[in-house]
């Protein structure tokens, strides 16, 4: 079974940075299209950015510019770099395939931006 784990949230002031990272358990990593997602309290899990087996990105609009997603597949881990980060950026991050058959979500990271 794939294991997705993410790391490198926390607790940021209104305009900083965050480097996210995932590490998936599997062999096939470096053909998969990944995504980040983010789901904030009360709301639905949404698609923020993605990344295509040979490095095509696309971003939510509410992200674009922001964000950035990058993989390095000899490490079988997806990045997602935040900047300019907003209060409407809080939530918890998860990674999964960009694809409608997810694999089972890890425990995420939580991100909180302050204001």
């Known amino acids: 079974q794939v294991h997705l784990v993410e790391s490198g949230g926390g607790l940021v002031q209104t305009g900083g940075s965050l480097r996210l990272s995932c590490a998936a358990s599997t062999r096939i990593f470096s053909i998969l299209d990944m995504g980040w997602y983010r789901q904030a309290p009360g709301k639905s899990r949404e698609l923020v950015a993605a990344?295509?087996?040979?490095?095509?990105?696309n971003y939510a609009g509410s992200v674009k510019g922001r964000f950035t997603i990058s993989r390095d597949n000899a490490k079988n881990t997806v990045y997602l770099q935040m900047s300019s980060l907003k209060p409407e950026d809080t939530a918890v991050y998860y990674c999964?395939?960009?694809?409608?058959?997810?694999?089972?979500w890890g425990q995420g990271t939580q991100v909180t931006v302050s204001s």
């Open positions: 990344i295509t087996s040979t490095g095509a990105t």
């Open positions: 999964n395939v960009n694809s409608p058959n997810f694999w089972p």
